[in-house]
């Protein structure tokens, strides 16, 4: 094990997530990994994911469905979601501050963290004609 506790098959779960440009879910590390020659039990993958989370070196997502997905991006943003294809995108524009001071008003709550969830049609299935919108 490394100094900062990153085993090979944790290495190798990282690196995936790090790649990856659709925030992939467990299943998806999984098949990945399979792809790429590796031999990893599937409680090993859940719990380096769990670890990598635990550690901040990925974000755990919860944004539509049952399966969480993992982002290797760490700082702050938000996700937009496709309601056509389920796409997922990040959004980098910062939250306006009027905001968050609104609902910290309101509330009562010291906001430490925000997470907001947009969803909408993405480029390619507004393109190619397929929404419901």
């Known amino acids: 094990m ?3 506790g990153l085993t090979t098959p944790r290495k190798i779960v990282l690196d995936i997530v790090s790649e990856a440009h659709d925030h992939p879910t467990a ?3 999984i098949d990945r990994l399979k792809a790429q020659g590796h031999s990893v039990a599937y409680a090993t993958v859940y719990n380096s994911l769990r670890y990598l989370t635990e550690k901040g070196m990925i974000r755990e997502l919860k944004l539509e469905g049952d399966a969480s997905r993992y982002d290797a991006r760490t700082e702050d943003h938000q996700h937009i ?10 959004v980098m524009t ?7 001071d ?3 008003e309101e509330t009562g709550y010291l906001i430490v963290e925000e997470q907001l969830l947009f969803k909408g049609v993405c480029p390619s299935c507004r393109a190619s004609g397929r929404t419901r919108a």
């Open 102 to 104: 609104l609902i910290a």
């Open 2 to 4: 490394s100094r900062y």
């Open 27 to 29: 299943a998806d590390v």
């Open 81 to 90: 979601v496709c309601t056509e294809c389920g796409r997922v995108d990040e």
């Open 94 to 100: 910062k939250t306006p501050q009027d905001w968050l």
